[in-house]
């Protein structure tokens, strides 16, 4: 089968009745070259690689860390083949005791289907865990709410919700601008319910993951885009009143933000935290500055939307609907940003306390710190961008607004993968930059330059 492949044959027998791994030196070649040079067949082996380790792990038994070591400060837990190395002979024995009963309980019961005795030997591990490893073990109602939320996937049901309410509301929303006479208010309402129970249903997520981890989940990549998410929710119920536009377009971007999460380089494990993690001021740090990133990306939303009923304006005759809606989205862009940039500015100054504690420092000038602070400044010039008469229109805010975003995605991918730092995962050796981002950028350019030629039209802030 040219999509399927057994263990065995990834390895052929050698002239001494050993064997020999097919892919090592394709793993190795693809291994030493940079990630940007690397084609689809490289990519490929690396995973095929690290798919056949684990596998490998699986079959001797080692990825199974079912045992604690008696009186271990640190609390590790063992294989059963490292328990043979590490512990002491009379433990060795019996946990090697344990396992052979329990094989051989399995064995006759695969025979006799009789499963009690394999069982009443499970009783016997666990008492062991529970007898040597009960600081560590979670709580019978842990396990069961952990087993429940990982069947339900809150987070991966919620993204075709928040798309499809988005653009519904959206399709309803270019109605009414096309036939002002059309009434939407039961659609806007709808909408708002579904998004106001999605947004619950996601708080709850949250709080599921924080009481199964024990620690607030906006620890790593994955966590943090479901929390982005969960902020963008937020924003769009708060200015849902103000316009049916923040509510559509949050909604839309809260699902692209959970489907982006989702994708297979995202990790979603429940992990624990590093020790200089471990810090309220972290948790109150981390909440705020990426809540704002939700706040951030409704205005960049909205300027682009804005650009867009610009481009859709006629100048010869102005659509009155178009241009209340020009209005209204621009006002709602004006006091996201503020309470954006309110937010990042704060999680900045509570970033540095945290720094203080963990690194003894308020401020090093690490590539995270900086581009957090070039965030702040590009946003705060954005919003006073009005105490410039030539720049005091919709337009030139829109447009500023729909840019300034990418100082974001530099400090929250770029800064992470592409530069070294206390705050990053790059290490001298980037990703190359998705095709997309270049994309993206031509886009929006193209949608400035289509809006400049009609910018006439356009009032003042």
Known sequence: ??????????????????????????????NRKHPGSRNTF?????????????????????????????????????????????FSPKEAEL??????????????????????????????????????????????????????????????????????????????????????????????????????????????????????????????????????AWALGLSGIIFAKRSPIALALTSILAGVTLFVAHLSWMDPQITTLVPVLQSYWLTIHVSIITASYGFLGLCALLGGFTLLLIILQNKKKPNAEIARNITEATRINEMAMILGLSLLTLGNFLGGVWANESWGRYWGWDSKETWALVSILVYAAVLHMRFIPKLNNQYAFAVASFFAYWSIIMTYFGVNFYLAGMHSYAAGDPLPVPDFVWISIAIMIAMSVLAFTKRSLCTRL
Do not use: C
């Open 42 to 86: 490289d990519k490929d082996v690396i995973k095929i690689d690290e798919r056949l380790n684990v596998f490998y792990m699986i079959f001797i038994g080692e990825i199974f860390k079912i045992f604690p070591k008696q009186d271990d400060p640190s609390n590790s837990w063992y294989s059963p083949a490292s328990a043979m190395m590490y």
């Open 95 to 228: 946990v090697v005791g344990m396992m052979r009963e329990y094989f051989s309980a399995v064995d006759a019961a695969t025979k006799d289907n009789d499963w009690s005795k394999a069982d009443a030997a499970l009783e016997k591990i666990s008492a062991y865990q529970h007898k040597y490893g009960a600081a560590v073990m979670p709580s019978e109602k842990k396990i069961d709410i952990e087993i429940l939320f990982n069947k339900f996937q809150v987070f991966d049901r919620l993204t075709p919700i928040y798309l499809l309410a988005g653009l519904a509301l959206l399709l309803f929303v270019f109605v009414k601008m096309l036939a002002p006479k059309v009434q939407i208010n039961g659609i806007v309402k709808a909408v708002y319910i579904i998004n106001l129970l999605a947004f619950l249903a996601h708080t709850a997520g949250l709080g599921l993951r924080w009481y199964i981890a024990e620690h607030a989940p906006w620890s790593n990549a994955y966590e943090s885009m479901v929390y982005i």
């Open 1 to 30: 089968n040219a999509r399927y492949a057994s263990f065995d044959e990834f390895f052929k027998a050698t002239k001494d009745g050993g064997s020999e791994y097919k892919l090592t030196k394709f793993a190795e070649i693809a």
